[in-house]
């Protein structure tokens, strides 16, 4: 049953489970399309993140209890998988600051918590947090470390993090608590080019070392 | 040509934002006191998305070396006349300085602040370091060309007292429960609503972080989902951060409670050591809020 709560009194929040789950990431973006593609009155635009859409709407234009029943009328009639796409090779340095530290957590050598890094394909959960964050998953449970206790204030663009059962990119120096191993010199961000993002929910990644 | 002689504290340009672009991850910004940015285009006839300066805590000096027609209004500077048209004459300055009571200040200028768009805004964006013309806040030396975006006559006279916010606290902040209120006891919502929060220092454009003093609510970090500007965030140590214009556009801190759109203005105002009191409603009276203020612009159309 999916899960429709107020975001405020100008969004709704729709939330369709609470696991890094590609099955979820389907749905939501099945949602989305179904969304974009029948524009209910009033909705201005949508935010998909791993098992949840965020929907935007005019307050003047609709109310939430109509925008509601638009969205429950799709419930049970989306196929949900993610759409099979290219994937898309992400040259990375493994010298980021923290790697010594992810091998001593995870009682790997650093060239262990690399192969296992590069070793497989990812998918995008969801690009969010700043302009152009990458969120990707899911991680090998052998890597799996906490967050820094304390974030940095500054991580670079291009930095490559771990946290959890995820991996990401940050696109933007931004100030970030993930675990740095990585860095590469791929531009995810630019705000003169249409997308300002290279990536979406959906696409799918690999990361390939260099030296 | 406006010449910035002196920046002021946290001096950028903002128009009403680029909202639609969080799924690239770039939050909607503009100004976070969007009503007396409305307005003070308003007042010197400016079309509704013209840009203007966004002060915050002490105001810059600016001169200008053609006439124009300005408007001041937000936070309180003692500098010039407020919430009215202004002339002001070539070669003469204005000199905001300190702002008090509120916290952020808006400069319209007729015809509005002229700077590319950026992804169809000329909002500075801070997370991104992009709009806003220069990528960053005001500098000192900086020129600013005066636009074309000017569509009425200025207002006559100063905006009706009766159709402004509030310029202080202790403030009465309304909220919609949610959306992740089942991550909490049902009591927490309530507590909440009867605690004093007290706004801290660690305060910008992105989110304002607020102690609650006496109460100690509990949360665990949940799912990375998409925020939107006044979630009341629930940290684990129990402290609260309330997003604003330039917020993160998804996070993993549960969110108790949403400030309703017409109070996002409130908040914009709050000044560290200030009272915040969250009172919750339902969606019926955050429109009846929101109709009240877009009531007020039509009024004054």
Same mark, same amino acid.
């Not at chain 1, 091998?103 to 998918?123: C, F, I, K, S």
């Not at chain 1, 906490?146 to 959890?164: E, F």
């Not at chain 2, 070669?91 to 007729?110: D, E, K, N, Q």
């Not at chain 2, 992009?130 to 636009?147: I, M, Q, Y």
């Given at each position: 049953?999916?899960?429709?709560?107020?975001?405020?009194?100008?969004?709704?929040?729709?939330?369709?489970?609470?696991?890094?789950?590609?099955?979820?990431?389907?749905?939501?973006?099945?949602?989305?399309?179904?969304?974009?593609?029948?524009?209910?009155?009033?909705?201005?635009?949508?935010?998909?993140?791993?098992?949840?859409?965020?929907?935007?709407?005019? @307050?003047?234009?609709?109310? @939430?209890?109509?925008?509601?029943?638009?969205?429950?009328?799709?419930?049970?009639?989306?196929?949900?998988?993610? @759409?099979?796409?290219?994937?898309?090779?992400?040259?990375?340095?493994?010298?980021?600051?923290?790697?010594?530290?992810?091998?001593?957590?995870?009682?790997?050598?650093?060239?262990?918590?690399?192969?296992?890094?590069?070793?497989?394909?990812?998918?995008?959960?969801?690009? #969010?947090?700043?302009?152009?964050?990458?969120?990707?998953?899911?991680?090998?449970?052998?890597?799996?470390?906490?967050?820094?206790?304390?974030?940095?204030?500054?991580?670079?663009?291009?930095?490559?993090?771990?946290?959890?059962?995820?991996?990401?990119?940050?696109?933007?120096?931004?100030?970030?608590?993930?675990?740095?191993? #990585?860095?590469?010199?791929?531009?995810?961000?630019?705000?003169?080019?249409? @997308?300002?993002?290279?990536?979406?929910?959906?696409?799918?990644?690999?990361?390939?070392?260099?030296? | 040509?406006?010449?910035?002689? +002196?920046?002021?504290?946290?001096?950028?340009? *903002?128009?009403?934002?680029?909202?639609?672009? +969080?799924?690239?991850?770039?939050?909607?910004?503009?100004?976070?006191?969007?009503?007396?940015?409305?307005?003070?285009?308003?007042?010197?006839?400016?079309? *509704?998305?013209?840009?203007?300066?966004?002060?915050?805590?002490?105001?810059?000096?600016? =001169?200008?070396?053609?006439?124009?027609?300005?408007?001041?209004?937000?936070?309180?500077?003692?500098?010039?006349?407020?919430?009215?048209?202004?002339?002001?004459?070539?070669?003469?300055?204005?000199?905001?300085? =300190?702002?008090?009571?509120?916290?952020?200040?808006?400069?319209?200028? =007729?015809?509005?602040? &002229?700077?590319?768009? !950026?992804?169809?805004?000329?909002?500075?964006?801070?997370?991104?370091?992009?709009?806003?013309?220069?990528?960053?806040?005001?500098?000192?030396?900086?020129?600013?060309?005066?636009?074309?975006?000017?569509?009425?006559?200025?207002?006559?006279?100063?905006?009706?007292?009766?159709?402004?916010?509030?310029?202080?606290?202790?403030?009465?902040?309304? !909220?919609?429960?949610?959306?992740?209120?089942?991550?909490?006891?049902?009591?927490?919502?309530?507590?909440?609503?009867?605690?004093?929060?007290?706004?801290?220092?660690?305060?910008?454009?992105?989110?304002?972080?607020?102690?609650?003093?006496? /109460?100690?609510? *509990?949360?665990?970090?949940? /799912?990375?989902?998409?925020?939107?500007?006044?979630?009341? *965030?629930?940290?684990?140590?129990?402290?609260?951060?309330?997003?604003? !214009? &330039?917020?993160?556009?998804?996070?993993?801190?549960?969110?108790?409670?949403? !400030?309703?759109?017409?109070?996002?203005? /409130?908040?914009?105002?709050?000044?560290?050591? &200030?009272?915040?009191?969250?009172?919750?409603?339902?969606?019926?009276?955050?429109?009846?809020?929101?109709?009240?203020?877009?009531?007020?612009?039509?009024?004054?159309?």
């Amino acid at each position: 049953m999916w899960q429709i709560a107020p975001a405020g009194d100008q969004a709704l929040l729709v939330t369709v489970g609470r696991a890094i789950d590609p099955t979820l990431l389907g749905e939501i973006l099945a949602l989305d399309q179904a969304l974009a593609d029948s524009r209910p009155t009033g909705l201005i635009s949508t935010v998909p993140a791993y098992a949840s859409l965020l929907c935007h709407y005019d @307050p003047e234009a609709t109310d @939430p209890a109509r925008l509601e029943a638009s969205i429950r009328r799709l419930e049970g009639q989306l196929e949900g998988s993610v @759409p099979f796409g290219a994937v898309v090779d992400i040259p990375t340095r493994y010298d980021g600051p923290d790697l010594a530290d992810v091998a001593l957590q995870t009682n790997l050598a650093p060239a262990g918590v690399v192969a296992a890094h590069a070793g497989r394909e990812y998918l995008v959960y969801c690009v #969010g947090f700043a302009p152009g964050f990458t969120y990707c998953g899911a991680l090998p449970d052998q890597l799996a470390v906490p967050r820094l206790a304390s974030p940095r204030l500054r991580v670079s663009a291009g930095s490559i993090g771990i946290a959890g059962r995820q991996t990401g990119i940050y696109a933007v120096e931004s100030p970030g608590g993930w675990n740095l191993i #990585g860095r590469t010199a791929l531009r995810l961000f630019d705000p003169a080019a249409d @997308p300002p993002a290279r990536f979406r929910p959906g696409d799918r990644l690999r990361f390939v070392p260099t030296s | 040509m406006i010449e910035v002689v +002196e920046t002021g504290r946290w001096t950028t340009i *903002q128009d009403r934002g680029r909202p639609g672009l +969080e799924r690239f991850g770039i939050s909607s910004g503009g100004a976070t006191d969007w009503f007396a940015a409305v307005v003070a285009n308003r007042i010197v006839g400016n079309h *509704q998305d013209a840009a203007l300066l966004e002060c915050t805590a002490g105001g810059p000096t600016l =001169r200008f070396d053609s006439d124009a027609v300005i408007a001041v209004t937000g936070g309180h500077s003692a500098g010039v006349a407020n919430w009215q048209a202004v002339p002001s004459a070539r070669g003469s300055s204005l000199i905001v300085g =300190r702002i008090a009571p509120g916290l952020r200040t808006y400069i319209a200028v =007729r015809g509005g602040i &002229d700077v590319p768009l !950026v992804l169809g805004s000329r909002s500075f964006s801070q997370r991104g370091s992009f709009g806003g013309g220069f990528g960053r806040p005001l500098a000192k030396g900086d020129g600013l060309a005066v636009g074309r975006m000017a569509e009425l006559e200025p207002m006559a006279t100063p905006w009706p007292e009766s159709h402004r916010l509030p310029a202080r606290g202790p403030w009465e902040v309304r !909220v919609i429960a949610g959306p992740q209120q089942d991550a909490f006891s049902a009591d927490a919502l309530p507590r909440l609503g009867a605690t004093a929060c007290r706004v801290t220092p660690e305060i910008d454009r992105m989110g304002l972080r607020m102690e609650t003093p006496g /109460l100690r609510l *509990q949360a665990k970090e949940i /799912l990375t989902v998409p925020m939107t500007a006044g979630a009341i *965030q629930v940290t684990p140590s129990g402290g609260l951060i309330v997003l604003h !214009v &330039d917020h993160q556009s998804t996070g993993g801190y549960p969110v108790i409670a949403t !400030v309703i759109g017409a109070d996002l203005s /409130l908040l914009a105002q709050a000044r560290p050591g &200030d009272t915040v009191r969250f009172r919750s409603v339902d969606l019926a009276e955050a429109a009846r809020a929101w109709r009240r203020l877009t009531g007020w612009l039509e009024l004054n159309q």
